[in-house]
């Protein structure tokens, strides 16, 4: 601010022309990514004991709110300074942001990746199991339409299963007679299109060999932000899946074609499959060096009839 504005401002009081100032105030480390307010006090002491008149200045963002970074959009807190993760409410829109994890293909770890932190979602995305269109502007839309629940082989529907197909601890042939999900066969549940049961991202496409490195099976795994599905020894080889990683799926779509004798639909709280297979045998574990923590597995046959989101 020039003099002359400071007696423009106030020119009836007399040397107003001589009152005004400038200050530089430095941008410091602890400041940026938050808003702050300049206090000014106008006292009578020196050591700003007397009387006094203090100004408060609006909030000034320092490099806060949405910014750009690693080639999208993230939003600093003003308050804390903080990259926001998970949902955001900002000026009355909902948006939501990237915790940075994610599926390190082939190796079924969920690893963390600084890029990935804090991104904000755009396009349609399944975040907390629910599908949304997050357009260009990260604003979310809701496409409840997709959260849907299918039957693998809707033809046969829930049908019937075997002793021995179904859920946890039912057959003492297995590993500390527990079973981590639900197997369709091919003569219970004819077909060989697979429909997902419900929407979701791919995030990784693997083969379980055996120990002269042939293929088993291969296995499909798709999460929805809250479950993760996984479509396992129902294909004989990578040709039989159709989808691929990275690509959205939705509620009854046909991901790949069943070539061997059933699919085994497993259900888990935690995308980290590398964990969740460590833990085939057991109904849940925690570990509180992963990035999700705990992984439970769901019971298949449940979750598709109730539809529990
Ligand atoms: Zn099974």
């Given at each position: 601010m020039t003099t002359s504005a400071g007696a423009r401002q106030a020119g009836w009081i007399a040397g107003a022309g001589n009152s005004a100032f400038a200050l530089t105030l430095p941008v410091t480390e602890q400041m940026n990514h938050r808003g702050i307010r300049v206090i000014h006090r106008y006292t009578d002491d020196a050591a700003g004991n007397g009387d006094y008149i203090d100004w408060w200045s609006p909030e000034i963002d320092i490099n806060t709110g949405f910014q750009s970074l690693n080639g999208g959009t993230v939003y600093y807190d003003p308050a804390t300074g903080q990259l926001a993760t998970g949902w955001r409410n900002v000026a009355g829109n909902n948006y939501y942001f990237a915790d940075g994890y994610q599926m390190k293909p082939g190796s079924d770890d969920w690893v963390y990746n600084d890029q990935l932190h804090g991104q904000m979602y755009t396009g349609v995305q399944w975040a907390d199991g629910h599908c949304y269109d997050f357009g260009r502007d990260g604003v979310a839309h809701a496409q409840s339409w997709n959260d849907g629940w299918s039957w693998p082989f809707p033809a046969s529907g829930e049908g019937s299963f075997a002793f021995g197909q179904g859920f946890g601890y039912n057959w003492a042939g297995r590993t500390n007679s527990y079973h981590d999900g639900l197997d369709f066969g091919a003569y219970d549940h004819p077909g060989a299109d697979v429909h997902a049961v419900h929407g979701g991202r791919v995030i990784d496409i693997a083969t379980v060999r055996d120990q002269q490195a042939r293929d088993l099976w291969w296995y499909a795994l798709v999460w929805d932000g809250r479950t993760l599905f996984v479509y396992q020894e129902a294909f004989s080889n990578r040709s039989r899946i159709i989808v691929n990683v990275g690509d959205l799926v939705y509620p009854g779509q046909v991901i790949g074609y069943r070539d061997l004798s059933h699919l085994h639909l497993g259900m888990n709280t935690s995308p980290n499959y590398r964990m969740d297979l460590a833990h085939s045998y057991q109904p849940n574990w925690t570990d509180s060096?992963?990035?999700?923590?705990s992984g439970s597995w769901i019971d298949p046959e449940w979750a598709l009839r109730v539809r529990p989101y």
């Open positions: 060096s992963q990035a999700t923590g």
